[in-house]
């Protein structure tokens, strides 16, 4: 065993047995429960739980099962960022990309032969899925080596230690009981609640494994779900148009989110603002009118579309757990818990998108279930730190972020207590295509006395999410314009743009570069 891993569960039973520390539990009695712990659910939060939790010697039971969407897809093991969330859509994203890239490879004197450069979207959909197949096959053999037990069924809870569920013919109802229950049950895409909406429309539950070519597509939603989907679809040569009903990327810097949706307008996706659906029919051509409302102007519109994607946020997946049951608080369909991650219930635990003000995101999800096991089974206490969470909007431009946004740091601070570095940069590989410098930009948030702690930094340009991953740690360790003014950038990079911020909002100068070397 590693030393790192020593350290980390040196109060685990397992190990303290093996290295004669003895075991948390006397070897002669008998445990209270079946378990030690109960999973409710296999995605990010709950397998990294169980994983850790077992680890740590815990005997550990993990359910884990997918109600098929309205749509009729289904899924296996590993929640949603495997089967529906980031894995496929970073490889959309990245065939989307790769398409671009192929028009640009012409200014770099390659001879593309550009007819018919059209992706095959069956083929594209097959590889991905088999990708994630790959994954569910990896998740069950990491399971079973990890001595996870696995029950592809819905948990529900009886009492506050007990489970029911039903086996898989369906037929028998069983029970197990658990010291401690962590839920981790994630969510799923919310349906608008106008006729036509479940039977005719899809989600992200079903983009990714979607069979026919979604041709010409509104999506509805201007989240981060909504405008990754419009881009990776516009990318790979259909017709995405965006329906907003108020602001896009609502939660994410102002001033970045309208770059973005600009950028994106400036390559061929329409946006409706201020529109809502109103009705979805089928047509007898077999095409989707959709009618709609301009909640600005009061004018009534319709378009027919051959897809209709509803990314308009998330619900969590409360309705089955059976809460009441155990008495576990909650917030609308979110469960609410203190900064243990502990519920109003003492030995039941909720990590991942199922909590209440939580970020949606895996890492979030992975960190603060692996955490929680250590807590419960290895007597660590280091707690979950949902402050400056890095995040990226996988747009062909991608936009990344850590920290806080301009009107965040103003609201929080005061604008005169506030100094914002930023500027237009022009990367070394947008020369030769031509590509716009208003395709890159950069901004740093920060306090205007003293050495300028940093609190956000934004990044819309090729790469950001990787750009800004290395940023994040620095950011989480107290990160000052003078101490990244004075690291030295790699060059020719975009993230060496970072150490040559020189242009403040408040001086009013122009931040684009004046000439292609500055
Ligand atoms: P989930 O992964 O949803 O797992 C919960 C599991 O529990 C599911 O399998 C569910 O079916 C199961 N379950 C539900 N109820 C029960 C029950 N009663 N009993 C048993 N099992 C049950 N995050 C990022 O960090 N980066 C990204 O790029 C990114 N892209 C995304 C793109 C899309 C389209 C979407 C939808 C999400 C994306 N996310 C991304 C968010 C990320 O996928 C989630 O934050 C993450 O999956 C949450 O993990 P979780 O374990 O909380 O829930
Ligand atoms: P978000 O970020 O909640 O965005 C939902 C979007 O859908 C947002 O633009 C909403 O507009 C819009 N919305 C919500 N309800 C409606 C209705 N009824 N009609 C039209 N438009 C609507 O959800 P996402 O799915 O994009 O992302 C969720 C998480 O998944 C995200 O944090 C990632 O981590 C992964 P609004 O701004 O409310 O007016």
């Known amino acids: ?243 907003v009903r108020s602001i896009v990327l609502r939660g994410f810097d102002r001033q970045m989110s309208e770059l973005l949706a600009a950028m994106m307008a400036e390559r061929g996706v329409p946006f409706l603002g201020t529109t809502i659906p109103r009705s979805v029919e089928r047509q007898a051509d077999g095409r989707l009118l959709v009618r709609y409302h301009n909640t600005a102007t009061g004018a009534d519109g319709s378009d027919v579309f051959d897809t209709v994607l509803w990314a308009i946020g998330r619900r969590g997946l409360v309705e089955d757990l059976h809460l009441p049951a155990a008495g576990v608080r909650t917030h609308g369909d979110k469960i609410v818990v203190d900064a243990a991650e502990a519920t109003s219930v003492p030995h039941i635990f909720a990590v991942g998108d199922i909590v209440y003000g939580r970020p949606e995101l895996t890492p979030v999800a992975i960190l603060a279930g692996r955490l929680l096991a250590r807590r419960l089974f290895a007597g660590a206490t280091q707690l979950m730190d949902y402050a400056d969470v890095a995040t990226t909007v996988f747009t062909p431009l991608e936009y990344s972020c850590v920290g806080m946004s301009e009107e965040t740091a103003i609201e929080l601070r005061g604008a005169d207590n506030i100094e914002v570095l930023h500027g237009y940069y022009k990367p070394t590989e947008f020369f030769i295509p031509q590509k716009s410098v208003r395709h890159c930009y950069l901004k740093a948030v920060a306090e205007i006395s003293g050495d300028q702690k940093i609190l956000g930094l934004h990044y819309i340009g090729p790469v950001a999410g990787e750009v800004i991953q290395g940023f994040a740690a620095a950011l989480k360790s107290g990160l000052t314009v003078k101490t990244l003014l004075s690291t030295v950038g790699i060059h020719p990079t975009t993230a060496e743009e970072f150490t040559r911020l020189s242009i403040t909002k408040r001086s009013g100068r122009d931040p684009t570069p004046a000439s292609c070397c500055s």
């Open 1 to 243: 065993m590693s030393a790192l891993k020593l350290m980390r569960c040196s109060s685990c039973p397992r190990l303290r047995a093996s290295i004669g520390i003895g075991s948390v539990r006397h070897a002669a009695s008998k445990p209270r429960h079946d378990y030690d712990l109960v999973v409710l659910g296999g995605g990010s939060a709950g397998l990294a739980c169980a994983k850790e939790a077992a680890d740590c010697g815990a005997r550990v039971l993990c359910f884990d099962f997918v109600k098929p969407s309205p749509a009729g897809t289904r899924w296996g093991i590993g929640g949603t960022c495997v089967n529906v969330g980031c894995i496929p859509k970073k490889l959309m994203h990245q065939a989307s990309l790769l398409g671009e890239a192929v028009h640009e490879a012409v200014a770099y004197g390659w001879n593309v032969n550009d007819q018919d450069l059209r992706p095959d979207w069956r083929k594209l959909v097959r590889s991905v899925q088999n990708h994630i197949k790959s994954v569910n096959w990896v998740t069950r053999v990491d399971l079973r080596d990890k001595k996870v037990e696995y029950v592809n069924s819905l948990g529900a809870f009886l009492d506050p230690h007990t489970i029911e569920y039903a086996t898989r013919s369906g037929l028998e109802r069983r029970q197990v009981t658990a010291e401690h229950v962590v839920v981790a049950v994630g969510g799923r895409p919310r349906y608008p609640d106008i006729p036509g909406a479940v039977e005719l429309g899809i989600t992200s539950d079903d983009i990714f494994s979607y069979e026919r070519e979604p041709g010409r597509t509104l999506v509805v939603g201007a989240g981060y779900v909504g405008l990754e989907c419009a881009c990776f679809l516009k990318g790979l040569g259909y017709e995405p148009t965006v329906m």
